[in-house]
């Protein structure tokens, strides 16, 4: 399975694509898409789906994943936001992929093992789970934890299945 997480952000949206193979987990590539602040939201909206776009087009994802919002007192942030995952859920979605959702919690929980990890726990756990990895910050690794909570997910889901419903 080759995944590829979501972290969205109109600033910034971070991506990282992850495959499992059977145990075995190997980083493939991540990254982030800025958009520029100058711009109009519909121009840094379309910045973003053109940076998902392309990240898909390279890494060939078989499925995707995206962190659920996270709700901010401000609620001119958290429209911005909601735009933001908005392009991430669709970009995905019209390359063909399935589209997960994982609540924040789920996602640090998933992957450090505490619903409530800082930023620098994230970044130590996919450093440690993907050896040698080079992040290109923090949306990014924040986009692989969300990729590997995603690659968790779906393989406890294939050992739950009775033989016979796989047959």
Same mark, same amino acid.
């Not at 933001?84 to 959702?101: K, N």
């Not at 924040?104 to 994230?122: L, M, R, Y």
């Given at each position: 399975? %080759? /995944?590829?997480?979501?972290?969205? $952000?109109?600033?910034?949206?971070?991506?990282?694509?992850?495959?499992? &193979?059977?145990? %075995? /987990?190997?980083?493939?590539?991540? $990254?982030?898409?800025?958009?520029?602040?100058?711009?109009?939201?519909? &121009?840094?909206?379309?910045?973003l789906y053109a940076g998902i776009a392309a990240a898909i087009e390279a890494h060939?994802?078989?499925?995707?994943?995206?962190?659920e919002t996270f709700v901010n007192v401000n609620a001119s942030s958290t429209l911005k936001l909601g735009l933001a995952r908005g392009v991430a859920l669709v970009v995905p979605a019209r390359f063909g992929l399935a589209v997960a959702e994982y609540a924040t919690n789920?996602?640090?929980?998933?992957?450090?093992?505490?619903?409530?990890?800082?930023k620098a726990q994230i970044q130590a756990m996919v450093r440690r789970l993907l050896p040698g990895v080079v992040i290109a910050g923090p949306?990014?690794?924040?986009?692989?934890?969300?990729?590997?909570?995603?690659?968790?997910?779906?393989?406890?889901?294939?050992?739950w299945v009775p033989a016979a419903v796989r047959a």
């Amino acid at each position: 399975m %080759r /995944l590829i997480g979501l972290d969205p $952000g109109l600033r910034t949206t971070g991506w990282g694509v992850v495959e499992f &193979e059977g145990a %075995r /987990l190997r980083h493939v590539a991540n $990254g982030e898409v800025d958009s520029d602040k100058d711009a109009s939201t519909a &121009e840094r909206l379309a910045q973003l789906y053109a940076g998902i776009a392309a990240a898909i087009e390279a890494h060939r994802p078989t499925s995707a994943a995206v962190e659920e919002t996270f709700v901010n007192v401000n609620a001119s942030s958290t429209l911005k936001l909601g735009l933001a995952r908005g392009v991430a859920l669709v970009v995905p979605a019209r390359f063909g992929l399935a589209v997960a959702e994982y609540a924040t919690n789920a996602v640090k929980k998933s992957v450090v093992g505490v619903g409530h990890a800082d930023k620098a726990q994230i970044q130590a756990m996919v450093r440690r789970l993907l050896p040698g990895v080079v992040i290109a910050g923090p949306d990014a690794a924040d986009a692989l934890a969300v990729a590997l909570c995603h690659g968790h997910h779906l393989q406890t889901q294939q050992r739950w299945v009775p033989a016979a419903v796989r047959a």
